[in-house]
């Protein structure tokens, strides 16, 4: 006897009877299902890693900011900021380098010591400086690594000025090599400070200059050179 559709809301057993049983999924296709997903899961997997290995070098570059410029050098930088301080010596560059500089390239910088006062130094002491980096932002932070955690500074960032008898004057060299571009930093400008050591004893006046370029390629750098 043909059922109708009011004997079927009646009785609920007849609804489920009526049902075709669902077909049984194929071995091929839950495996190629399973395949797709573990491949799909490996990538998503390995994207997260390089995500997380970009934001370690992050947080490695931000925490090379844990220093702000002394006051001496920040009156220097940016006077407005800083106070006025009375040295009895200043560093000097010999030869003055372009502000445009090629990262992957090393440069020299030629040191001396001049007096500013009536003050001696015994011409067997030795006069530590070091070079340092800074942004040039308003309150300008030191900078110690690339974007990728690397030491930014790269050769002789340390040296000791010795008298120097042909010149009468204490002079030394550093030859170093900015690996990274200033446009990763605020303004896209750098600040380069060499400064006396922590042990030197005396008053001196460090080196600043203000608003190098870093550049990646030479040839950038030989274009902007022409000028300016």
């Known amino acids: 006897m ?6 079927r809301l009646k009785n609920p057993a007849l609804l489920l009877s009526d049902r ?6 194929h071995p091929g296709i839950l495996k190629k299902s399973l395949i797709y997903s573990n491949q799909h899961l490996t990538k998503q997997i390995e994207k997260n890693n390089k995500h997380i290995q970009t934001l370690k070098a992050v947080l490695s570059f931000l925490e090379s900011f844990p220093q702000l410029m002394t006051p001496e050098v920040r009156a220097l930088v940016s006077p407005s900021l800083g106070t006025t301080v009375n040295y009895d010596f200043e560093l000097n560059l010999v030869h003055q380098i372009h502000k445009y500089i090629c990262k992957s390239k090393y440069f020299t910088l030629e040191i001396e010591l001049n007096s500013l006062s009536n003050q001696s130094i015994s011409y067997h002491e030795k006069i530590p400086v070091e070079l340092k980096l800074f942004t040039s932002e308003d309150t300008p932070k030191m900078i110690t690594q690339t974007m990728h955690g690397l030491k930014i500074i790269k050769g002789q960032e340390l040296t000791s000025l010795t008298y120097n008898m042909n010149r009468n004057k204490f002079t030394g060299r550093m ?3 900015i690996r ?3 446009s990763h930093f605020i ?3 750098l600040n380069l400070v060499i400064a006396p050591g922590n042990q030197c004893d005396y008053s001196i006046r460090p080196i600043v200059l203000k608003d190098l370029v870093v550049k990646a390629k030479e040839k950038a750098c030989e274009r902007l050179r022409e000028f300016f």
């Open 187 to 189: 303004n896209g400008t």
């Open 180 to 182: 990274e571009v200033s």
């Open 2 to 7: 043909k059922r109708n559709s009011s004997d």
């Open 175 to 177: 030859k170093v090599q």
């Open 20 to 25: 075709q049983p669902a077909e049984p999924l």
